[in-house]
C-alpha cells in the first residue's frame, strides 16, 4: 500500500469516527472508501495541474481533502458555513498530518466578496443544481480557470434550464465528462472562465437559488 493509499483509509476511518458533526451521508469506513473517496479519485483523471483549488460546500472534505492527498502540490481551500463542520474536518487533517489545505468556515458569497479572481480552480460535489453552482462558483475563479460540478443523471435537465446562458456568468458552455462504468450516470461538468463575472455577483446569500440568474 503506498503512503497516498494509507491516508486516504485513515481519513475514510475518521470520517466514520467522527461524532462532532454528520460530515458524510455514508457510514462504515469500507463503505465511505469505496463509494465516496473512490468516486472522488476518478475525477482526478480530469483535473487539470492546478495549484489553487477552492471545494466549496466541501463538508467532509469531499473532494477537496483526496485531491489535496493525491495532488500534494496543490493548494485546497474547503469552505463550508456550518461551523461544527468545519472544527471537525480541521481535527481532522491535523490528524492526517496534511499542511496543503485550509479551512474556512463561511458562506462562500461571502468570501467570494473578498477573494474574487482568486483561484485557478473551484468545484462543489453535492450542493446545488448545476445552474446554482456555477453562479457561486463563477466569482471565486480567475480568467482561464475552471469551475466543476459532480453530477448524476439528472444532468442534462439542469444544464438545459439556463438555455445556454452561462455567458452571463462569464463561463464557456459547460462540458460533460462521465466516469465510473460503461452504464453509470456519474459525471463532472466542467466549465471554462473565457470572461470577467459581473459584479452583480455574488449575490446575497441564498438569492443564487430564490432568484436564478438565468430567468
Request: proline fraction near 4%.
Amino acid at each position: 500500500m503506498s503512503p497516498q493509499e494509507f491516508t486516504l483509509y485513515k481519513f475514510a476511518e475518521l470520517l466514520d469516527s467522527c461524532k462532532r458533526a454528520r460530515l458524510t451521508g455514508t457510514r462504515g469506513s469500507e463503505e465511505i472508501y469505496n463509494l465516496q473517496i473512490v468516486d472522488c479519485l476518478e475525477s482526478l483523471k480530469f483535473l487539470p495541474e492546478v495549484r489553487n483549488i477552492i471545494d466549496v460546500g466541501s463538508g467532509g472534505g469531499l473532494p477537496g481533502v483526496v485531491w489535496a492527498i493525491m495532488r500534494p502540490e496543490s493548494q485546497i481551500t474547503l469552505i463550508d458555513s456550518i461551523n461544527k463542520k468545519c472544527e471537525a474536518m480541521q481535527e481532522i487533517i491535523n490528524s492526517l498530518e496534511i499542511n496543503n489545505v485550509n479551512i474556512i468556515c463561511a458562506r462562500s458569497e461571502d468570501f467570494a466578496r473578498t477573494h474574487r479572481g482568486k483561484f485557478d480552480l473551484a468545484c462543489a460535489r453535492a450542493v446545488a443544481s448545476a445552474g446554482v453552482t456555477a453562479e457561486l462558483l463563477a466569482p471565486l475563479v480567475k480568467i482561464s480557470g475552471q469551475i466543476i460540478t459532480f453530477k448524476g443523471e439528472k444532468v442534462h435537465d439542469e444544464l438545459s434550464e439556463v438555455n445556454n446562458k452561462w455567458h452571463k456568468l462569464g463561463l464557456s458552455e459547460p462540458e460533460i465528462k462521465f466516469y465510473g462504468d460503461k452504464d453509470s450516470y456519474k459525471c463532472l461538468v466542467i466549465w471554462e472562465k473565457i470572461s470577467k463575472c459581473p459584479s452583480i455577483y455574488p449575490r446575497k446569500p441564498g438569492q443564487a437559488a430564490i432568484k436564478k440568474f438565468w430567468e
